[in-house]
Structure formats: structure tokens, C-alpha cells
């Protein structure tokens, strides 16, 4: 992690922009859990959760902005996600803007991974999964594989607003594990080594507006409609 990041001690929240932009893509339903891990000082939460009648409940590891957002959240942990225990399959909205960096303890891996690793088995199978990201982390295997086998319908958009060259990616998590082909993972890896500048060239079937700041680069299946297929705020 960069020295400015672990002064902000990962910090970088989705802006509320983006927030907004993503409540589009989802149908409300009577009610649902959402789950963000980083949840900073839970504004990017709170938008999507009030606006698909979820409640929200996050992790967040600085004392401030804990305090911050357990004004905006109905449940907050001031602890590290790692150390923090929820029982699986009970979120049924999984938002994930994790730090970018490696795990400095174990294998060295990144940390964008752990995060995802560690939190899919909450999400509900069926749930949808939020995933802000590094463009290039689509290009490494271990991310892309498990993207791929715990995932379906996965749609990427650029994310606007930012000089971190990110990612959205929304998906929705298998109803059964899927042990994924050799192709599917190397069209998820695929996408991380494309160049910004040819995005929409090598996917202009693809290329279309989120409210004209939000641009879909490429999807593993053809899914129907995002807003038809992500009425995922199940009652629980």
C-alpha cells in the first residue's frame, strides 16, 4: 500500500455520484441486507441501502468514521473485517470497494482478493455482488477464477471520476459452485489487459450509457436486463 493510502489507512471511498448511479441498476423489493466490509463513513452504503429498502451493515476499522457511519448504518463493527463474525448466506447485497494493495502477512496476496474470497459465502446464492476494483486485478488469475465460478451475469463498467484506472463489476452469485472452464476464466483475465483506450473498440456491442458517466467494457454472459434480473433485496 502507497504511504498516502496507509495514512487514510486504505481510504478512498466511491464517490456518491456512483452511489447514485448504481441504486438505478437494482429493483427494490420489501426488504434486505446489504454488507459493506469497508464501509469508511458508510455514505456510499447508506445511499443503496435506503434506496432498495436494505439495511445496512458494514465493518469499518478507523474509530472516526466508524462513528460516521454507524449514523447512517443499522449495524456497524469498529474492527477489521477479518475478526469480525456474520453467518453465511444472510446479505443479499454485497458491496465491495476493498483496499488496493497486497496482503503484507501470508502469501502476499492482494487484498482486493481476500476481501472477495472472505465475503461471497455471506452473500445470499442468488445475491448480487457490487465489486470496485483496479482494472488490471480482472487480469489476475486467482480473482478471475473465482469470479467466474462463484458468478454469473458479470457486467464491468468504467468507473468515472477517478485517475485509479477502476472498475465496477456487478454480478450475481450462482445459485450452485461452478467449476469454471479454462475460456470463462481467461475472458475475465481478458478484460484486465485491455487498454483504456481500446475498451470500446474491442467491445462496442457493449459500450452503452449508466446515466452517461458509467460505461459497460464487456459482460462473461448475455444477460437480460441488469434492472429486471437484480430484484435481489430479498426479504430475509
Known amino acids: 500500500m502507497r504511504p498516502p493510502a496507509i495514512e487514510r489507512m486504505g481510504f478512498y471511498p466511491t464517490s456518491t455520484n456512483v452511489a447514485h448511479l448504481l441504486k438505478t441498476y437494482f429493483a427494490p423489493a420489501e426488504s434486505g441486507r446489504l454488507l459493506d466490509p469497508c464501509a469508511g463513513e458508510g455514505t456510499a452504503a447508506s445511499i443503496l ?21 454507524v449514523e447512517k448504518m443499522e449495524r456497524v463493527f469498529n474492527a477489521p473485517w477479518s475478526s469480525c463474525h456474520l453467518t453465511n448466506e444472510s446479505i ?15 502469501e502476499q496476496k492482494r487484498l482486493e482478493l481476500e476481501f472477495l474470497k472472505a465475503t ?46 477502476q472498475v465496477v463489476l456487478l454480478a450475481t452469485k450462482r445459485l450452485k459452485y ?19 483506450d481500446s475498451w470500446q473498440a474491442g467491445f462496442s456491442r457493449w459500450i452503452a450509457p449508466l446515466q452517461s458517466s458509467l460505461d459497460i467494457i464487456a459482460e462473461l454472459d448475455d444477460p437480460s436486463d441488469l434492472y429486471a434480473r437484480c430484484n435481489l433485496c430479498v426479504g430475509l
Request: with cysteine; aromatic share 10%; charged share 15%.
Open 178 to 196: 461452478k467449476m469454471p472452464s479454462g475460456e470463462e476464466v481467461g475472458q475475465v483475465q481478458a478484460w484486465g489487459w485491455l487498454p483504456g
Open 49 to 69: 441501502a435506503k434506496a432498495l429498502n436494505c439495511q445496512a451493515w458494514g465493518a469499518e476499522l478507523s474509530p472516526v468514521r466508524a462513528v460516521l457511519a
Open 120 to 165: 461471497t459465502p455471506k452473500l445470499v446464492r442468488g445475491g448480487a455482488l457490487v465489486y470496485i476494483v483496479p482494472h488490471r486485478l480482472l487480469a489476475d488469475l486467482d480473482v478471475a477464477t473465482h469470479l467466474a465460478g462463484y458468478y454469473e451475469a458479470i457486467t464491468v463498467y468504467r468507473y468515472p471520476e477517478t485517475g485509479f484506472d
Open 92 to 106: 443479499t447485497l454485497l458491496f465491495l470497494n476493498p483496499p488496493y494493495s497486497h496482503d503484507r502477512l501470508g
